[in-house]
């Protein structure tokens, strides 16, 4: 179904933008004093929003996103425009009419007040790789594809939740006047796969505006954006722009700025100092990544230029299964002493086929049930034919069963609309006995935070069913999305701290048809460079916890889709998980489409505890006259200092 819009005015007047929209005539304000440069401006993400002058006719306004603002008399061109509060700034510096909106790339904290210029006249430009992210927004937001088995993040998902018409796009090297400037257009992906930096040249000045390629000195805004694949995925690609960002990075230095402007962070002065200084940490993070990866089981030509590194965690040799365990596809089955089997995980109706031929043979004489290790489709797919073929009970931890049950209510990696029924749900630490085999569920947050860990035990064997979360060669976390959170006690510093204390003698992934163990040794020293990230990777973002620029959705709706009827009201719980050591502060706003004819709704707040989720509360009106559609709905969001316009979003299926 196509999404449904409504007027430009009323748009306008939800921003409070009318008064300028009404004004006609040139109305001449004196020019605040010029802002003198210390080491790097800081921005207004932390909400102190500002004005700042760099020459009589180059400004940038420091807001939640920074905008610059290139002047000829009473008329503008903007590049990027945040979410629209610059507009009554303007007036009140007498510019009366904005000709033209430059955006760097396409995230919707960049352009959601792009409509209000519309309104005005300004023409908006865009970069030529992203312009169907500005004015065919529909197409994203109504493809299954966006939505379920997302192993590729590109393009990401934060864009605008309507669509806006572009004028004209810009490419790589173009270059043009307007007033007193002179405008060049570099190609700088990394961030977005088609990110633009504009250097500005005016007054004796030269000035770039490079988007989010960097925040300031040796920090970026967040890490989750260079999630990409280069031989695999985009799944598989932690970290994957890197290469990109850094030669874009490159490219900006050599186009030797005075002031690097960025979309969020500081205003910076010493462009060369600040890129060098991040050049050199993003590698420093990525080697520590490298270090105790699973990936290097799978792809080991991925990391051909970190093999038999001496400061890295040497890959275990596999060791056979024991007798009692089959292997099919991502499916574990432990078979007891009279053929009664206990399966974990089923991804593919290849698996229940296998199982049925399996039973009439006379291998095994039944299921008797199914283990579900985590949320992803290649392990939960067929669980819906699984549970028509075999009647026996679904067992697993509350954090997958929370998914698995209701998966319209979340997006997710990997994630599969199937739905699958729970039977029981597990605690943390719980045992039972199935056959001559003791059974140990725990919750085990690794390669996701909606992960269970099970401990098979009989004899001597030990045998502990991880999922996807360790390989031979480490750690699973090559997908920033799935939430790997760092920390002592989380992720999976928890999960190798359970590795220690229960000493299985067998491991076992669900791809990896051997089994695997780790030495004392290796736990400590995986547990050491988790350690030394969550320092390192704090470094990187402007956050007071590393967590805050690794985990995506640490701010999320839920249910993040459901089904409404018009003349109804619809419940979302904003969901913040606070990262850091001290309480903070939620607030939330939910900013209805334009066809809704609705200003945002009333503000609600909440404090979460230190480590705990806050969940605020927003009531959500739908329109007795609403067309059938689907609906994207912004959440704005301030956290703490941070004011983060449009920073969520909740889908309503009218």
């Known amino acids: 179904m196509d999404f449904q819009f409504g007027s430009r005015r009323e748009f306008l007047r939800t921003l409070g933008g009318a008064a300028l929209a009404a004004a006609a005539d040139v109305v001449p304000l004196a020019l605040g004093p010029c802002q003198t440069l210390a080491s790097g401006v800081e ?25 610059g603002i290139v002047r000829d008399g009473p008329k503008a061109l903007l590049i990027d425009c945040g979410d629209g509060r610059v507009l009554p700034e303007l007036r009140r510096r007498g510019i009366a009419a904005v000709e033209q909106v430059l955006f760097t790339h396409h995230h919707r904290d960049q352009a959601c007040g792009a409509e209000a210029f519309v309104e005005l006249k300004a023409r908006l430009v865009v970069p030529a790789a992203e312009r169907d992210y500005f004015d065919k927004v529909a197409a994203y937001w109504n493809n299954p594809a966006s939505r379920w088995h ?15 018409p572009v004028a004209d796009v810009v490419r790589e090297g173009q270059k043009f006047a307007w007033g007193r400037a002179a405008i060049e257009a570099l190609a ?12 500005v040249e005016v007054d004796g000045q030269r000035v770039v505006f490079c988007g989010d390629a960097i925040y300031d000195s040796g920090r970026i805004w967040e890490l989750h954006s260079l999630q990409k694949g280069v031989m ?3 799944y598989h690609g932690f970290l994957g722009a890197r290469p990109q960002l ?26 060369a100092r600040a890129i060098d200084a991040l050049v050199r940490r993003l590698d420093v993070c990525y080697d520590k990544y490298v270090a105790i990866s699973a990936l290097r089981h799978y792809f080991p030509k991925m990391f051909a230029d970190y093999a038999d590194r001496k400061d890295h965690m040497p890959i275990r040799p596999g060791k056979p299964a024991p007798n009692c365990l089959r292997h099919i596809g991502t499916t574990w089955v432990v078979v007891s002493k009279d053929r009664a089997a206990f399966v974990m995980d089923c991804g593919s109706p290849a698996v229940v086929k296998q199982l049925a031929q399996l039973r009439d043979r006379g291998e095994i004489t039944g299921v008797e049930g199914l283990w579900v ?3 992803h489709d290649d392990h939960v797919d067929a669980i819906p034919e699984f549970q028509k073929t075999f009647d026996c009970p679904c067992i697993t931890d509350q954090h997958v069963a929370m998914v698995i049950t209701d998966p319209l209510a979340w997006r997710l990696p990997c994630i599969s609309p199937s739905k699958a029924r729970v039977d029981r749900v597990t605690r943390d630490g719980e045992s039972w006995q199935w056959r001559e085999f003791r059974l140990t569920a725990f919750h085990l947050p690794g390669q996701t935070l909606y992960h269970a860990g099970l401990l098979v035990e009989s004899g001597e064997l030990r045998m502990l069913f991880v999922g996807d979360s360790f390989t031979m060669a480490g750690i699973d976390d ?33 791809h990896v048809d051997q089994a695997f163990d780790f030495t004392p040794e290796e736990c400590r020293f995986m547990r050491a ?25 640490w701010v999320r709706c839920h249910p993040y889709e459901q089904q409404v009827r018009p003349g109804t009201t619809a419940a979302i719980e904003v969901v913040a998980t606070n990262h850091s050591a001290a309480p903070r502060v939620l607030a939330c706003r939910a900013i209805p489409p334009r066809a809704w004819r609705a200003g945002p709704t009333d503000w609600s707040r909440v404090e979460a505890a230190p480590k705990r989720e806050g969940r605020a509360r927003l009531a959500l009106p739908i329109p007795a006259n609403l067309p059938p559609g689907r609906y994207v709905v912004p959440i704005d969001v301030k956290y703490a200092q941070h004011d983060l316009p449009q920073f969520t979003e909740a889908i309503m299926v009218v």
């Open 150 to 164: 997302l192993y590729n993040q590109h393009p990401h998902h934060l864009m605008l939740a309507e669509p806006v």
């Open 246 to 271: 850094v030669e874009s990075l490159g490219r900006i230095k050599r186009a030797s700025p005075r002031l690097l402007v960025p979309s969020h962070g500081r205003i910076m002065d010493e462009p």
């Open 529 to 553: 460079n988790l350690a030394e990230r969550e320092n390192l990777y704090g470094e990187l973002f402007p956050w007071d916890h590393a967590n805050y620029g690794m985990d995506e959705p």
């Open 478 to 510: 090559y997908c920033a999305h799935n939430r790997n959170w760092l920390g002592a006690g989380v992720g999976f510093d928890r999960c190798v701290a359970l590795i220690e204390k229960l000493r299985p003698t067998h491991i076992f992934n669900c």
């Open 188 to 199: 700088t992906p990394g961030h977005t796969d088609g990110s633009v930096s504009y250097v």
């Open 373 to 375: 290790t985590h949320y």
């Open 43 to 67: 921005g207004g993400s932390e909400g102190d929003a500002g004005w700042m002058e760099i020459s009589e006719h180059l400004a940038v306004y420091r807001g939640p996103i920074h905008v």
């Open 232 to 234: 695999t995925t985009d």
